[in-house]
């Protein structure tokens, strides 16, 4: 639980920049099932770049002290193939044929030898309207499937 509510204080305190060409930064989905004190390392990997883009937002969601979501909010300055550009550098080989049409508005990808999905979005007016999220921002959710949580 203490992990938990650390990573929802880190990812307030940093905030997306508008700037180009910078590295974005993802949550680990090594959390993804993990319900041990141990799994603490919130980012994918340790940015080098001091103006890294990190998530404005980060939500988890939890079922008996098991993390198995969670959604990496975007401000609406970094652009949505800036966002996929990240994703798929790390897990292209997993994305649907279907990410590369525009007229789709949500990307997805499964991760099947990791045992997860993402799911990729710009949230909308209706977003808006139900405070979900400010509009134009980019949502990754990250989702586990299948196995129940480990212990590490």
Known sequence: MAAAVLMLVLANCQTA???????????????????????FQLWLE???????????QLSI???????????????KSVSLADVK????????????????????????????AERFAIQLSVADKKAGKMNIAEVGTKQAIFIAFGAACSAQ
């Open 61 to 75: 969601d939890m079922r008996q002290n098991c993390l198995y979501g969670m959604t990496a909010t975007y401000d």
């Open 85 to 112: 550009a990240a994703i798929d550098e790390r897990y292209g080989k997993w994305a649907y044929p279907e990410n590369g049409d525009a007229a789709i508005p949500v990307k997805l990808w499964r991760v099947e």
């Open 46 to 56: 340790t940015p080098t770049e001091p103006s890294a883009i990190f998530p404005k």
């Open 17 to 39: 920049r508008e700037e180009k060409n910078k590295r974005l930064v993802l949550p680990n989905p090594k959390l993804l099932r993990c319900k041990s004190a141990d799994c």
